[in-house]
């Protein structure tokens, strides 16, 4: 699935941002995001970091949602990052949320976060207010399952266009506020290269913007890199707002420009820097559930399980080496 898309805005956002992290102080005074605001419900019980698995990872072999928490319990992990169009299709098909939960249970995982393309952030007011109400019933769904979080990438936006950022925070605030009324938290996820939000640092102006105390990043390895934003950007924030990572790798060939989702690997296998990234959320005080999401095809013609216990190792290793 290639979510990608380019902007014609960067350079103006570029001047903006500068702007808004001098007068804000965050460049003088560090950002509010920091290891002392270090509030993240439910995720500070202990350092170390979660290991999960995001269904993407073993989406081609055709699992329905209850098959893959089975999959993700067998091979070892602590949680989840389930996606909504696997978990609606096992309810529309006859299958119960309780069943699902109750597998959850049983294999002692957690629901870090999930995925879904809600059009919370669109300009058109009847296309967002429809999206706002896939959001609540995304988040309905999720906490029944235990869920903590879900992702709030820049899903709807047609291919070429762009939303206003300070608007993009607007409608992330009013996001924030039905998350309070779920007990959900939607996190601002980035997609690297789209023209809303295709980089770490608008993601973190949508953040700050947003006024809210419960704002929040969801990182990725990949679009981190395809977005042309630095690891270093961590280094800013701390546990509030990174609590949950999306981990993966990438090669060197294709280039970032031609890169694809399609293209990640396992961590360790590609150039991205594990080991630093790592360490910076060390360095920080954050220990994010990571989240294994991988969209290749090599993968997918794996036997699920086999592929969870593969992704599962590879993690283990990097978090051995950057904590040793």
Known sequence: MDRTDTSATDQGFQSDRRSFLTGSGILAGGLAFGAGNARADNHEEKQGFKLCLNMST?????????????????????????????????????????????????????????????????????????????????????????????????????????VDIDAAAERYHELLKLGDEMGVVPQIEMWGGNATIGSVEKALYIAIKAGHPKACFLGDVYHTYKGGSSYESILLMGPHALQSYHMNDYPADPPREAIKDSDRVFPGDGIAPITDILKNFIAVGAYPALSLELFNKTYWEMPALDCAKMGLEKMQAAVAEATA
């Not at 119960?96 to 995925?115: F, N, Q």
């Not at 669109?122 to 879900?150: F, K, S, W, Y």
Request: net charge negative; aromatic share 6%; charged share 30%.
């Open 58 to 162: 073993i989406r081609g072999q055709a699992l329905d949602a209850a098959e893959e928490v089975e999959v993700a319990g067998k091979a070892g992990y602590d949680g989840i990052e389930p996606w909504f169009r696997s978990i609606n299709a096992y309810v529309e098909a006859g299958g119960k949320l309780k069943d699902i939960k109750k597998r959850i249970d049983d294999h002692g995982l957690t629901v870090e976060s999930a995925i879904g393309f809600a059009k919370w952030i669109v300009d058109d007011p009847a296309v967002r207010a429809e999206g706002l109400e896939e959001a609540r019933r995304d988040m309905d769904t999720i906490a029944q399952l235990g869920g903590m979080r879900i992702a709030a990438p820049p899903a709807g936006v047609p291919r070429g266009e762009s």
